[in-house]
């Protein structure tokens, strides 16, 4: 679950190109009512002068607010406008404000801005070669570990102003970080919300080297699971350091984070950094042993917070652990426990939700297409459920499967079941089930009541009055035939054979059609050929490529019976004009190309 109270940057705006104005005889204060009225009107060229405006003021009187405010709003409104290169070199070019805790902002915006940047126009930067030059290369010329280093570096320089970040409060800046449902008192300074971006940031693997991804297995993960306590505390060069893998760099800028909240007893906040920490940890580590020693270890740091209401978060987290090991049981506990101690809380209301979602019921019905009577056909999973209660019901086969209709075997919708529904079912029945209270789907194989042969819609309900609200109702379409096809690839040919399912005798003389499913037009009836004495039709290519090479699938009948294939057939023509041929060359060599 994805966590629902991450810190954001949120910024308005829409903005165009840039042009610097100066204002005459107005005051800041009214510039700014005036771009908003513009903005409010959709004028967005004339609001972006104006904040051009209040930037030019701003720096002139050195009002280091002002002038932040007015940078970060120019640069959120060339990002408005998907013009993130025009926002990064915005940045780069123009002054920033000097005061520790703005100019601290300005280095986190920069980054953000800079990712921002990367993720709009990944797929063209990722092509990128790097250069080598003593000159400072253009910014079309970074590649992406170019734009990344230098994030990096943009964090680690607002990192050296963090005794300034934790004196000021997220709150104090709403026009640029959106809490969400975040409690107050949770990673509630600059400080917090500076080390929870470089760690989003370094624990996305996406910023990692090739050689870095390649390396985490050689990241020793047990020493990374442990508490805080159990790791030596690492100076402020090592986070900025990339010499250093991204996931060490990663957990000891936790751990600082979390020893500090824990000196000022902000406890919710200290564990919220080693929930953060396992998160980013079973992102890369997710095997059963990694699930393993973060369950171990993260279970023995949480009663240390049972006396903070975020002791819930921690819980939710535990249950997802648990619940991803495959012990539903243990999670739902673990869950209850959460909710039970804290209901009102964020974390409280998380675990209650989890919990509800491992008690909800389960019905799912699989048949196998075509089979014969009284065999075990339906397979049904289920979960959470004691009785399952069935109606089968009869389908005019060729009235359903109409050439130009959006039919096709196994095809299903709510208006066949709406239409099936209407009229009575030819058998219902019921099956026992036993629920083991282990939350776990379970499957059951039914052996249909039926009869006759023919075509059928099956339609399962955990309730008796097979209700659409309140209810786990699955359904699914069953064939019962005697004739079985046995579909085999010849070169470029198929070779088709008409059996019978009871002896394997071959069926001669039954039709064999063949059609082309289009999702705009329905069936497309291609061919019909009949078998021969031994049940066999060959399907050559040209009977086929005029209809586009798509999938097709086949349909037998012979007298009163019907029977399809569940595999499709897929002819193409494969010629000398398909074949490519490409050069690649593996140096060592750096490819001179001039600036």
């Not at 959709?42 to 280091?64: P, R, S, W």
């Not at 640029?176 to 509630?188: G, K, L």
């Not at 049981?329 to 869950?335: C, G, H, Q, S």
């Not at 035939?481 to 085999?488: A, M």
């Amino acid at each position: 679950m994805a966590k629902q109270w991450l810190y954001v940057f949120f910024l308005l705006g829409w903005v165009l190109t840039m042009t610097p104005m100066y204002s005459q005889g107005k005051t800041m204060e009214e510039l700014w009512q005036e771009m908003q009225q513009l903005q409010n009107e959709q004028k967005y060229a004339k609001a972006l002068e104006t904040v051009q405006a209040i930037y030019q003021q701003a720096m002139a009187q050195n009002d280091q607010v002002q002038w932040s405010k007015a940078l970060l709003y120019i640069v959120a409104f060339n990002k408005g406008l998907s013009s993130y290169e025009t926002a990064v070199r915005f940045m780069i070019e123009n002054p920033w404000p000097t005061e520790p805790k703005y100019k601290a902002m300005m280095h986190l915006f920069y980054a953000t801005t800079l990712f921002d940047y990367y993720t709009t126009y990944s797929w063209e930067i990722n092509s990128r070669e790097k250069v080598l030059t003593k000159k400072e290369a253009d910014l079309k010329k970074w590649t992406a570990h170019d734009i990344f280093e230098e994030i990096n570096r943009q964090y680690a320089a607002a990192y050296q102003y963090r005794e300034d970040l934790s004196q000021l409060s997220v709150n104090d800046f709403p026009e640029y970080i959106r809490r969400y449902n975040y409690p107050d008192d949770i990673c509630s300074t600059l400080y917090d919300f500076l080390v929870t971006q470089w760690v989003g940031f370094l624990g996305n693997t996406t910023t990692w080297k090739p050689a870095e991804l390649q390396e985490k297995y050689k990241v020793d993960y047990e020493l990374l699971a442990r508490g805080p306590n159990s790791r030596q505390r690492q100076g402020v060069e090592y986070f900025g350091d990339l010499q250093y893998h991204p996931l060490l760099r990663m957990v000891y800028l936790l751990d600082e984070l979390y020893h500090y909240n824990i000196a000022q007893q902000r406890l919710g906040t200290a564990l919220e950094t080693q929930i953060l920490r396992i998160e980013k940890l079973r992102a890369v580590f997710n095997g059963e042993q990694h699930i393993a020693a973060f369950i171990e270890h993260f279970a023995g740091l949480l009663p240390d917070f049972a006396q903070n209401s975020w002791f819930a978060a921690g819980q939710h987290l535990l249950a997802e652990l648990w619940q991803t090991k495959g012990d539903l049981v243990k999670a739902y506990e673990i869950a209850m426990i959460g909710y039970a101690r804290y209901p009102a809380s964020l974390g409280g209301q998380k675990c209650l939700c989890l919990a509800k979602n491992l008690e909800a019921p389960a019905l799912e019905i699989k048949t196998m297409g075509v089979d014969r009577l009284n065999t075990p056909s339906i397979e049904i999973s289920h979960k959470n459920i004691t009785k399952v209660y069935f109606k089968a019901y009869t389908v005019d086969f060729e009235k359903w499967f109409q050439p130009k209709s959006a039919r096709y075997p196994g095809s299903l919708s709510q208006e066949d079941i709406n239409e099936a529904m209407r009229k009575s079912p030819v058998k219902s029945w019921t099956m026992d089930l036993v629920d083991l209270r282990d939350y776990q789907s379970h499957k059951t194989y039914v052996t249909p009541p039926l009869d006759k042969l023919g075509f059928y819609l099956i339609l399962a309900s955990a309730r008796s009055d097979f209700s659409f609200s309140s209810n786990k109702l699955a359904a699914a379409y069953f064939m019962v035939s005697d004739l079985v096809t046995v579909l085999h690839p010849r070169g470029k040919d198929y070779e088709i054979f008409v059996l019978d399912g009871k002896t394997g005798e071959p069926q001669a003389n039954a039709s064999v059609s063949l059609y082309r499913y289009d999702y705009s037009k329905g069936i497309i009836p291609v061919g019909t050929k009949l078998g021969t004495y031994n049940g066999r039709v060959i399907i050559e290519p040209s009977e086929a490529i005029s209809y586009g090479y798509s999938s097709l699938f086949v349909v037998v009948r012979k007298g009163n019976q019907v029977s399809w294939h569940p595999e499709s057939l897929y002819f193409n023509d494969f010629s000398a004009s398909d074949v490519k041929k490409a050069c690649f060359i593996y140096t060592d060599r750096s490819i001179y190309r001039p600036l």
